[in-house]
C-alpha cells in the first residue's frame, strides 16, 4: 500500500482490489437521475457518465456508506431512511487506472427535490478523474451513448420506479 498526499492508503500499481460498493441513484421530481461525468484516469479521451457511491468504509453498512458517499460527491444530504431499496446489486470487475477493481455493488434510490451540488467533500483522485454531474432520462442517455455500460439505463429506470412506487 502507498498513501497518497491527503494520507488515504493507495493500493500498488497492478493490484487487484476487492470492495463491497453503495451506489445511489438520487431522482428528482421530473424523473431524473442525477449523475457524475468522469473518466478512467488510464484513458482521460474516454469519459462517461456513471452513479454515485464508492466502497464501505471498515464496519459501515451498505446504507450508511451510501449516505456518507452521496454527501461527499455531491454536497446531497439525506437521511438513510430516505433511501428506497437496495432495488439491485450485482458483481462487476473492470480495470481502473492502475488497478483492477473486484467490486460487490449494490444500489439505493433517493427522492431529491432540489440540489446545490458541490465536489468538496471528494477525494483527490475523485477530483481529478470527475468534472460535473447532471440530471439525466434514460432515453436522452441511450441516444448520448456516454454511460459507463448499457446497463446503467435499465438501473435507471428501476431507480425512477423505485422513488415513485414509494411516493417519493
Known sequence: ?????AGHERPGPGATVHRDTARVLPVD???RVLLLHGWDPAKPAQPFWFTIGGAAETGEDLADAAVRELLEETGIRVGKSDLHGPFASRQHQFDWGEWTLVQSETYFAVRVSSADLTFDGMEQLELETTDRADWWRPTDLEADGTAVTPWLTSLMREA???VADHGG
Not at 500500500?1 to 498526499?5: G, Y
Open 1 to 5: 500500500m502507498r498513501t497518497d498526499e
Open 29 to 31: 421530481g421530473e424523473g
Open 160 to 162: 425512477i420506479t423505485m
